[in-house]
C-alpha cells in the first residue's frame, strides 16, 4: 500500500476452522486399526450360519465442528446397527461409534461399501461353508439336479436294467460330512458302490455312487449331511430326491 509516496506492508494471518474426522475399527479381540477413507475395512472369517461384528469409531480431530448427514452400508451380508441419529453434529475432540455386521448368505469372498459423510470404505469379508451341488449321469449325459428334485431314468423295457450314476459336490470352502445315504419307497431301486460312510467331503471334492432300477418305478434317495465349520458341527440338510 502506497501513503504519502510511502510503500506500507502489513501482515495478513488468519487461522481456518474445518473438521477433520478420523476413523477407528474396533476388532472382536478388542484391538484397534485405523483406517483412512478410501481404506478396507477386512472381516474375520465367518461362518455362513452366523456373523461376525466390528465398532468403527468416527471422531473429529480437526479444529471445528462438522456434522456427519447420512451413513449406509452396501452388500450382501453387510449392515450397520446403533448408528447415531442423523445428521449428527460432533465438537472438536467428539465421536461417535456404531456397529457393523457381516452375515455370509454363501461361502467365498463378499465385498460391500460403506459411506460415513462424504467418506467412502470397501467392506471384505471370507464366508465359511460347505455347498452341496448335485448331478446324475446317465450314459455321457450328465444333468444337475436341486435337492426335492427328481432324477429321471432313461426309458427302457420292461425287464431291462437302468442305470445312473449320482454324484455329490462341495463347492464350499470347509468340510462337509456326509452322513447316510438310503432310499426309501420301492424295493426295486439298488445303490451300488456306495462310499464309505460318513465321508467327510473337502471343498472341491466329490463323490458318487451308482443308482438301478428293473422298470418302471419311482426313487426316492435320501442324503443327509452336515456341515464342518471353523466352531464346530451342525446339520446341513435333508435332500429327497
Known amino acids: 500500500m502506497n501513503f504519502a509516496g510511502k510503500d506500507l506492508k502489513f501482515n495478513?494471518?488468519?487461522?481456518?476452522?474445518?473438521?477433520?474426522?478420523?476413523?477407528?475399527?474396533?476388532?472382536?479381540?478388542?484391538?484397534?486399526?485405523?483406517?483412512?477413507p478410501g481404506g478396507t475395512i477386512p472381516f474375520p472369517d465367518t461362518n455362513t450360519s452366523a456373523s461376525s461384528s466390528l465398532t468403527l469409531i468416527v471422531a473429529n480431530n480437526g479444529n471445528g465442528p462438522g456434522t456427519i448427514n447420512a451413513i449406509s452400508v452396501v452388500g450382501p451380508g453387510f449392515t450397520a446397527a446403533s448408528t447415531p441419529f442423523l445428521p449428527a453434529t460432533l465438537a472438536v475432540g467428539a465421536q461417535f461409534q456404531f456397529t457393523l455386521n457381516f452375515a455370509p448368505t454363501a461361502p467365498g469372498p463378499a465385498t460391500g461399501g460403506l459411506k460415513v459423510g462424504d467418506d467412502t470404505f470397501t467392506l471384505a469379508g471370507t464366508g465359511i461353508g460347505t455347498q452341496l451341488t448335485y448331478s446324475y449321469t446317465i450314459g455321457s449325459?450328465?444333468?444337475?439336479?436341486?435337492?426335492?428334485?427328481?432324477?429321471q431314468f432313461a426309458p427302457s423295457k420292461i425287464g431291462d436294467t437302468g442305470a445312473m450314476r449320482f454324484t455329490v459336490t462341495n463347492t464350499g470352502n470347509a468340510t462337509a460330512a456326509i452322513n447316510t445315504i438310503f432310499l426309501t419307497g420301492s424295493s426295486a431301486f439298488t445303490l451300488l458302490a456306495l462310499p464309505n460312510l460318513p465321508l467327510n467331503l473337502a471343498p472341491s471334492a466329490s463323490a458318487g455312487f451308482n443308482a438301478e432300477h428293473p422298470g418302471r418305478y419311482t426313487l426316492v434317495l435320501d442324503f443327509t449331511a452336515t456341515e464342518k465349520y471353523v466352531d464346530g458341527v451342525f446339520d446341513y440338510n435333508r435332500c429327497r430326491l
Open 12 to 36: 495478513l494471518a488468519g487461522t481456518g476452522i474445518s473438521p477433520s474426522f478420523t476413523y477407528t475399527v474396533v476388532k472382536p479381540d478388542s484391538s484397534t486399526a485405523p483406517v483412512a
Open 141 to 151: 449325459a450328465t444333468s444337475p439336479v436341486a435337492p426335492g428334485g427328481t432324477l
